[in-house]
């Protein structure tokens, strides 16, 4: 979907970034990636369900063989904001002990929900655990999460498309955008 088919409802006040910048920056995190992992096998673990799209794309941009696996968590928040407090509600069907692990996320916000991830993934004994994403929020981190490649750098807004939702619409925008603040308010 294409930000004209929501442009009427004025839902969108701008676009951060369009289909190329976001595929180009994907494959530029491909090119680091494959050779920070030259000899080594990954196991790309997505988090459901916004990093479908950036988990695709850069999987596709890896010129090598990658494995993929999912997993679920849900934060307790109010509305648009994350508590921290995680449950797992489809875990990893992969033993990860032994393996180099790839998180792959869309966005890191406040960083609570990811700290925690990757608490419980290290628990598990993997050989390395490392994190991917799309965009990050530097100004709502509220806790230091350790992020070895990163997209893009955004304000501290609420944004969507390319994964990223409210209440389950806008996901499908080829690009990522702010959201009108009086859609979630």
């Not at 890896?62 to 995680?86: F, Q």
């Amino acid at each position: 979907m294409d930000r004209a088919h929501v442009e009427s409802d004025l839902d969108l006040e701008q676009t951060l970034y369009t289909e190329d910048q976001i595929r180009d920056r994907l494959r530029e995190m491909a090119v680091r990636i494959e050779s920070d992992y030259a000899g080594r096998e990954i196991l790309l673990v997505g988090v459901l369900k916004g990093a479908v799209m950036v988990m695709a794309d850069l999987a596709r941009a890896i010129d090598r063989h990658v494995e993929m696996d999912w997993m679920a968590i849900s934060s307790y928040g109010s509305g648009t904001k994350s508590s921290g407090v995680v449950r797992i509600l489809k875990d990893l069907d992969t033993d990860i002990a032994g393996r180099d692990v790839l998180i792959v996320e869309d966005i890191i916000d406040t960083g609570l929900t990811l700290s925690w991830l990757v608490a419980n993934l290290r628990s598990r004994g993997p050989a390395s655990v490392e994190i991917a994403t799309l965009l990050r929020k530097p100004d709502a981190l509220q806790m230091e999460v350790d992020v070895k490649y990163v997209g893009f750098d955004i304000p501290n807004a609420f944004v969507v498309g390319y994964g990223l939702d409210y209440s389950e619409r806008y996901r499908n925008l080829r690009c990522i955008g702010t959201l009108a603040e009086h859609v979630y308010t």
